[in-house]
């Protein structure tokens, strides 16, 4: 079955830190862009970041404002994307969804459920 | 940083035609991907480069572009269309990447 599972999400404190996981199934995510997308409560759906596939040079991109606080990774051994947040702020409070394209970058034709990180104090 | 504008809502009855605007700076020379996200559940891609539906998506809905407006099309409106729906691009050559439009709530009467 072709899908993503994210987990990870949780209360964490102004300041903090926390480390989204994303499982992948069904497709060649090796060859996959992959992105992370988030929504605030209520809110409309906010492009995160991307890393690219190994074999496209493995790079990732950021929205402003969260470069030089997230972090993006993958391990293509175990078909796995993570998102490293640091320096989390209330305004990063959301579900984020783990997404891609298998056939091409430009758009997103398979979401995970998402997992919901809070910053509160 | 780029925008794109759709309006906070669009009420249709049932059977009829709604069509969501979503509005940008030459989006004309992008591709435009559309989305539907009902309450509680992720989005689903239902028009992607403009006009393409992916398979399984009825042929109720389509999708255009002329000069600085994209337009998503509903025909034959039914209930179970009632959702949120996002126009997006992909801004390859710039900082904004990926982005999504404001979204439109589909209300049907």
């Known amino acids: 079955e072709v899908q993503l599972v994210e987990s990870g999400g949780g209360l964490v404190k102004p300041g903090g830190s926390l480390r989204l996981s994303c499982a992948a199934s069904g497709f060649t995510f090796t060859n996959a862009w992959m992105s992370w997308v988030r929504q605030a409560p209520g809110k409309g759906l906010e492009w995160v970041g991307r890393i690219k596939s190994k074999i496209d040079g493995g790079t990732t991109d950021f929205a402003v404002p969260v470069k030089g606080r997230f972090i993006i990774s993958r391990d293509d051994s175990k078909n796995m994307l993570y998102l490293q947040m640091n320096s989390l702020k209330i305004e990063d409070t959301a579900l984020y969804y783990c997404?891609?394209?298998?056939?091409?970058?430009?758009?997103?034709?398979?979401w995970g459920r998402g997992t919901l990180v809070t910053v509160s104090s | 940083s780029y925008v794109l504008t759709q309006p906070p809502s669009v009420s249709v009855a049932p059977g009829k035609t709604a069509r969501i605007t979503c509005g940008g700076n030459?989006?004309?020379?992008?591709?435009v991907h559309w989305y539907q996200q009902k309450p509680g559940q992720a989005p689903v891609l239902v028009i992607y480069f403009d006009s393409d539906r992916p398979s399984g998506i009825p042929e109720r809905f389509s999708g255009s572009t002329s000069g600085n407006t994209a337009t998503l099309t509903i025909s034959r409106v039914e209930a179970g269309d009632e959702a949120d729906y996002f126009c997006q691009v992909w801004d390859s050559g710039s900082d904004h990447h990926y982005v999504f439009g404001t979204g439109t709530k589909v209300t049907v009467l």
């Open positions: 997404t891609t394209a298998p056939i091409s970058p430009a758009y997103f034709d398979l």
């Open positions: 030459n989006i004309g020379s992008k591709s």
